[in-house]
């Protein structure tokens, strides 16, 4: 029996929730759960935790590309079935861990693993440049503007190095969202790629009767930029629309999420910005937002070249001038944000001053600041 | 479905990290509308612009959310992708799976779906990406009947509750991450699966400070492991270090020239509120001045340990900036028990307290957060009958606009104005 679409209600099951932790997890995990004295990162990708038992839980993470297939899922079963018993794990930055409780089957697995082409490789432990998190974008998401896997894939390949060693002064944790939903979040990443749009929505006349609730819409604007207006369609009728003061408009594409006829996407008009200095974790210092640095880089498939320079840059000076366990945030703020922009040769412009609510909160109010080339007009 | 020129997406073939167009060339030899979404991608390259229509509301009956709808603005040309709807799974707690139940879910995607997945969505669920609106119940009947488990969130509900993987496999949680997770995920299934919310609602759980599931970035509710005692400290593993027998923050520089590890420098100094200091080759803590922050413990791990009255600390309100700006959750609650013990009654407390505030006075697609800016701290934490503390607060208020209740002021707000201009002409 399965299900009958003339009785939809008969036999229906909800409700249930997920499966319990504790029947998807590996002996050596269930054994030592709570009982963990310590860990070491044997090598990039290979982590050792030691439980107070004396048994050893040996980890190997490898990278994946988040969009999957099945058989791809179905080879990490293989995997998993080859050398750990049945059992594998994600990481929350789309990594994948395979884990084992002897040196020697850590050697045979991470051997199968290298055996297999770049499917699976080994890495994003300690201070290195780690998976990205990011979104859906062209895949499969209705509002973004640029696309996710495309970029990532770029970025990894670039950075690839840093994935697979442990050389930089932290971990860089970097983050793509495609629009400013930012379902990836990103808003707290060393490292931010983030999808922007900058043309205010057009507006469908010949849509917007059957698709929108109008004051749904206007309420949508934060910043009142959206008013009632009557308009006329492509038949030539009256209908009760919008209209949009694109003077207000800050391209956030909230209207759009609320209004289908209210599209805003665009090749020229949409790109990348780039965002830095974020963090989540309290270690040393309090999380940090991510902070503007690059406005707008534009659309550049298939490898968004423009953008992968810019964030190696950003890693390569970093790793050269920061201090050890210092995050990019943490650097920048001691270097002073004058400094940051001035060793990574990125083109300061007033789109970085905050100009949105609360935006007094980040002018310098102090007369203890760096000479820099930016000041060269002023000292020089 | 017919093969297409993807000349862009060949590009992404090439390179060392894994490539998303490989695998679904590879898994388009059984599922050839994978060659849509290949060909329908191409196309958005060429056009820098998506092609998925706004929205589209689907699901499967008596509930509100779980399924995301998709469709194509260019079906005729790729037929494959015209449905191509998302089906949220509820992940089991800490991202462990069993390969039999895995295989049993791509089973699963494998007779319904378009044989593309995401190994997992940016809140955790598992997600099987691309099916068509008739595929929906029979999957879920499937789902439920054949795998026992369920979809998870989407929508203005509670979102799949999510978690670091804790004690399972780290040393420093101070609860378990993943059990108070998986219960309050069977607590709410009812919140989880049938909208009743002004907007989207996010639990976290993270182990420590370290916070490796973003909770105080990205959660309503961010329920962060802590501990209210002193560090444990083994001051013969810190005598290791000093001797350079145990590696640095486990191992994590090991590829840099960062030359023998200084204790000084490395955790004495770097230590944010300057607690610890070395009386011969004992290392001291004052951990009355400690922040907890995690920074020596995550240096040292063989040497220093949370303390051993374990517990977290709650803050609330965090969101991505859509529409006032970022924010982070506000510290709330500096110390709760989180114990299995009592099924976690005083959590859940606390989260009913919000609920019913935020259900009757939060707008349309306003969060928590949000509600929390709109109204102010203090009246949230009255809402939440929290005494007021200076911990809940980076620093006091600058500006001197006090809205002053009429009962604090002797004599309340109503007074004469003909008696005040008998003794004051105007």
């Not at chain 1, 009256?238 to 694109?246: G, H, Y």
């Not at chain 2, 607060?393 to 007074?415: C, D, I, L, T």
Request: glycine letters at 8%; one cysteine or more.
């Amino acid at each position: 029996m399965g299900y009958d679409p003339n009785n939809p209600m008969e036999g229906r099951i909800t409700d249930l929730g997920p499966h319990k932790y504790d029947t998807m997890m590996p002996p050596i995990i269930m054994e030592n759960k709570g009982k963990w004295l310590y860990h070491e990162i044997l090598e990039p990708g290979v982590l050792l935790h030691v439980s107070e038992s004396g048994a050893e839980c040996y980890t190997v993470r490898v990278g994946s590309p988040r969009l999957i297939s099945i058989e791809h899922v179905r080879e990490m079963c293989d995997i998993a079935d080859a050398h750990c018993g049945g059992f594998l794990r994600f990481t929350t930055r789309n990594n994948a861990e395979f884990m084992v409780d002897s040196k020697e089957k850590c050697d045979a697995l991470i051997a199968d693993l290298k055996s297999r082409g770049n499917k699976f490789p080994i890495g994003g432990t300690g201070a290195c440049v780690t998976n990205i998190v990011h979104t859906q974008g062209w895949v499969h998401c209705h509002t973004p503007a640029t696309d996710a896997s495309g970029p990532v894939k770029a970025v990894m390949d670039d950075l690839f190095e840093y994935f697979g060693s442990m050389k930089l002064p932290a971990q860089v944790r970097i983050a793509l969202a495609c629009c400013l939903n930012m379902c990836g979040a990103v808003h707290a990443s060393d490292i931010a790629l983030l999808g922007v749009h900058r043309k205010p929505p057009m507006i469908d006349n010949d849509r917007i009767t059957g698709v929108c609730e109008l004051p749904l819409a206007i309420a949508a604007c934060p910043l009142g930029a959206i008013k009632p207006a009557k308009a006329t369609n492509s038949q030539g009728e009256e209908v009760k629309s919008v209209k949009v003061n694109a003077e207000r408009c800050m391209f956030c594409g909230n209207c759009y999420t609320m209004c289908p006829a209210m599209p805003l996407a665009d090749p020229e008009g949409d790109g990348m910005a780039i965002l830095v200095g974020g963090k989540v974790s309290n270690a040393k210092s309090a999380p940090k937002f991510s902070k503007l640095v690059v406005p707008f880089l534009p659309n550049n498939p298939p490898r968004w070249p423009e953008v992968t320079e810019v964030v190696r840059r950003i890693v390569e000076v970093y790793a050269k001038d920061a201090r050890k366990y210092e995050r990019i945030g943490e650097w920048a703020e001691r270097i002073g944000w004058e400094k940051f922009f001035e060793k990574c040769d990125i083109p300061f412009t007033e789109k970085s001053i905050d100009d949105y609510r609360l935006a007094y909160d980040t002018w310098n109010t102090t007369a203890a600041f760096k000479y820099t080339s930016h000041t060269d007009p002023y000292t020089k | 479905m017919a093969k297409h020129d993807t000349p862009m997406l060949d590009e992404l073939e090439k390179g060392p990290w894994p490539s998303f167009v490989t695998d679904m060339k590879r898994q388009a030899e059984t599922h050839p509308e994978c060659w849509d979404i290949l060909g329908q991608l191409e196309l958005s390259y060429e056009d820098r612009i998506t092609h998925w229509k706004h929205g589209g509301i689907v699901g499967v009956f008596g509930y509100g959310g779980g399924i995301v709808g998709r469709y194509s603005d260019v079906p005729d040309r790729f037929p494959g992708v015209e449905h191509f709807h998302t089906v949220r799974v509820n992940q089991p707690a800490g991202l462990y799976y069993s390969t039999e139940n895995l295989r049993a879910l791509m089973d699963l995607w494998d007779k319904y779906g378009s044989g593309m997945t995401n190994m997992h969505g940016s809140t955790g669920d598992m997600i099987l990406l691309g099916t068509r609106t008739e595929n929906l119940e029979p999957l879920f009947w499937d789902l439920t009947h054949d795998l026992g488990q369920d979809l998870g969130g989407s929508g203005s509900n509670l979102r799949t509750p999510s978690c670091c993987l804790g004690e399972s496999r780290c040393e420093w949680a101070c609860y378990d991450t993943q059990d108070i997770c998986y219960a309050l995920t069977m607590h709410y299934q009812d919140e989880i699966h049938r909208p009743a919310f002004p907007y989207k609602f996010k639990f976290k759980f993270s182990g420590c400070a370290n916070d490796c599931v973003a909770a105080i970035a990205r959660s309503d509710f961010a329920v962060i492991g802590t501990w209210k005692d002193d560090i444990q400290i083994d001051q013969a593993a810190v005598k290791e270090y000093v001797a350079g027998n145990y590696p640095a923050n486990g191992g994590a520089h090991k590829d840099g020239d960062w030359g023998p590890f200084n204790l000084k420098k490395e955790v004495i100094d770097l230590c944010p509120t300057q607690c610890m200091w070395m009386e011969g080759d004992e290392l001291k803590i004052d951990n009355s001045e400690c922040n907890r922050c995690m920074h020596c413990i995550n240096v040292m791990p063989r040497a220093l340990r949370p303390g051993k009255e374990k517990g977290a600390t709650i803050c609330i309100g965090a969101k991505a900036p859509i529409l006032d700006g970022a924010q982070f959750a506000t510290m709330i609650i500096p110390f709760i028990e989180v114990s299995k013990d009592n099924e976690y009654e005083n959590i859940i407390d606390v989260i009913e307290r919000i609920w019913d505030w935020w259900m009757e006075v939060g707008k349309n697609r306003e969060r928590v957060g949000e509600t929390m800016q709109r109204v102010g701290l203090p009246t949230f934490l009255s809402v939440m009958e929290v005494e007021p503390i200076p911990q809940h607060v980076k620093e006091p208020r600058s500006n001197p606009y006090v809205f002053w209740k009429e009962e604090e002021v002797p004599g309340g707000f109503e007074r004469d104005i003909v008696e005040f201009r008998k003794r004051h002409a105007a």
